[in-house]
């Protein structure tokens, strides 16, 4: 069993409070990606849970076990860092033998999965080089399989694809999904990119200052994010936030910000005479549908769609999805609408969602 229980994890580093009072429970079986700004504790929680840090206070328990007291190698858990720290005087082959040889498992076994191992990373070529003579993306794939031959229970990974260029980047998250399904093992993945957090994890955490915001499935939190700040870290481009006012109109409540003001859909939360601050997608900012009036300043094609960004008088350009077919150029007059079932509504002082 290697579900994983974090209770009200806590680590200071002096005055320096690195994760205040993380409780997570991470599913047996389950791919789970903390992801989060630099610095807001991801590889200090990661490192409680392998035992290479000591909590200050708190439990870490894997399967039924507190293991705050016990050895990382004792476990049971596999560890892929960005460094890989692979050993540059061995072989491919001898760098995935290493977990066999110090448990000294016979020669043919440690043979026969080795094989298998690299063969699953698709590096068996590579078994007779050196690390230095593999590129960034081999020499990832050697890092994992070292990790997949010791068949831990639980993998934790540590921004393992910061250092690969972002085609390999792409191509090696669609793998770690494969892998994840082929071995069904537990993932723990540590990454400050929000994107492959969408791709490929079953459950999102998100941290921010060493504490969580939110926790849920990708669409979830693309969906409904608990705060603004959640809103802001998910999706490309980011959310347009504009800051106003509630207020009553004829028995409707109606949302007025700089040069701009709609009505709000009934029952939307906040109550008349509160700032707020309101979040809506570039997907759900409809150009050419709607009667207010803007001006294109810039639009960036993407090929499948385009990114329009145009001035409506408020405090900064708003940005909306098109299609590539709306030929668009900039100083050109557009209007549009918003489509209030894309409005996320945020408290103007705590960013906490209202609706
Ligand atoms: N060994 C350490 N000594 C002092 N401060 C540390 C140490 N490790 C991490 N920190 C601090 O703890 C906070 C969280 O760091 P870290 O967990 O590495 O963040 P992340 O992995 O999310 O970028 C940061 O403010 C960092 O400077
Ligand atoms: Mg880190």
Same mark, same amino acid.
Request: aromatic share 6%; charged share 20%.
């Given at each position: 069993?290697?579900?994983?229980?974090?209770?009200?994890?806590?680590?200071?580093?002096?005055?320096?409070?690195?994760? *205040?009072?993380?409780?997570?429970?991470?599913?047996?079986?389950?791919?789970?990606?903390?992801?989060?700004? *630099? $610095?807001?504790?991801?590889?200090?929680?990661?490192?409680?849970?392998?035992?290479?840090?000591?909590?200050?206070?708190?439990?870490?328990?894997?399967?039924?076990?507190?293991?705050?007291?016990?050895?990382?190698?004792?476990?049971?858990?596999?560890?892929?860092?960005?460094?890989?720290?692979?050993?540059?005087?061995?072989?491919?082959?001898?760098?995935?033998?290493?977990?066999?040889?110090?448990?000294?498992?016979?020669?043919? %076994?440690?043979?026969?999965?080795?094989?298998?191992?690299?063969?699953?990373?698709?590096?068996?070529?590579?078994?007779?080089?050196?690390?230095?003579?593999?590129?960034?993306?081999?020499?990832?794939?050697?890092?994992?399989?070292?990790?997949?031959?010791?068949?831990?229970?639980?993998?934790?990974?540590?921004?393992?694809?910061?250092?690969?260029?972002?085609?390999?980047?792409?191509?090696?998250?669609?793998?770690?999904?494969?892998?994840?399904?082929?071995?069904?093992?537990?993932?723990?993945?540590?990454?400050?990119?929000?994107?492959?957090?969408?791709?490929?994890?079953?459950?999102?955490?998100?941290?921010?200052?060493?504490?969580?915001?939110?926790?849920?499935?990708?669409?979830?939190? &693309?969906?409904?994010?608990?705060?603004?700040?959640?809103?802001?870290?998910?999706?490309?481009?980011?959310?347009?936030?504009?800051?106003?006012?509630? %207020?009553?109109?004829?028995?409707?409540?109606?949302?007025?910000?700089?040069?701009?003001?709609?009505?709000?859909?009934?029952?939307?939360?906040?109550?008349?005479?509160? %700032?707020?601050?309101?979040?809506?997608?570039?997907?759900?900012?409809?150009? $050419?549908? $709607?009667?207010?009036?803007?001006?294109?300043?810039?639009?960036?094609?993407?090929?499948?769609?385009?990114?329009?960004?145009?001035? &409506?008088?408020?405090?900064?350009?708003?940005?909306?999805?098109?299609?590539?077919?709306?030929?668009?150029?900039?100083?050109?007059?557009?209007?549009?609408?918003?489509?209030?079932?894309?409005?996320?509504?945020?408290?103007?002082?705590?960013?906490?969602?209202?609706?």
């Amino acid at each position: 069993m290697a579900r994983i229980l974090l209770k009200d994890l806590v680590k200071q580093f002096g005055r320096v409070t690195a994760v *205040s009072g993380v409780n997570l429970e991470i599913h047996d079986g389950e791919f789970l990606i903390m992801v989060g700004p *630099s $610095g807001c504790g991801k590889t200090t929680t990661l490192n409680m849970i392998s035992g290479l840090e000591t909590p200050t206070s708190g439990e870490v328990v894997i399967g039924d076990q507190v293991v705050n007291e016990i050895e990382p190698g004792e476990r049971g858990l596999g560890m892929v860092f960005q460094d890989l720290a692979l050993f540059p005087h061995m072989t491919v082959f001898e760098n995935i033998a290493f977990g066999l040889r110090v448990k000294s498992v016979a020669d043919e %076994e440690v043979r026969r999965r080795v094989l298998q191992a690299a063969n699953a990373m698709h590096i068996a070529p590579l078994l007779d080089k050196r690390p230095a003579q593999c590129s960034g993306g081999e020499a990832q794939r050697v890092a994992l399989a070292r990790t997949i031959i010791t068949n831990p229970a639980v993998f934790l990974m540590d921004e393992p694809l910061s250092s690969l260029d972002a085609k390999l980047r792409l191509d090696m998250r669609t793998e770690l999904k494969h892998l994840h399904e082929r071995l069904k093992a537990t993932f723990v993945y540590v990454t400050h990119d929000q994107a492959e957090a969408m791709t490929m994890a079953d459950r999102i955490v998100v941290m921010r200052g060493g504490f969580i915001q939110q926790v849920g499935g990708p669409l979830d939190i &693309y969906r409904r994010p608990a705060n603004q700040f959640v809103a802001g870290f998910f999706g490309t481009p980011t959310m347009n936030f504009l800051q106003g006012k509630v %207020e009553t109109d004829g028995g409707r409540l109606r949302f007025r910000a700089k040069s701009i003001d709609f009505l709000l859909p009934a029952g939307a939360g906040p109550g008349s005479g509160r %700032e707020i601050t309101l979040g809506v997608r570039a997907e759900h900012v409809l150009v $050419g549908k $709607g009667a207010q009036p803007g001006r294109v300043t810039l639009t960036e094609p993407l090929g499948d769609e385009t990114l329009v960004f145009f001035d &409506y008088g408020g405090d900064a350009p708003l940005v909306a999805k098109v299609s590539p077919e709306l030929h668009l150029s900039s100083g050109e007059a557009v209007t549009f609408g918003l489509d209030e079932a894309g409005y996320h509504l945020f408290d103007g002082a705590t960013g906490e969602r209202l609706n």
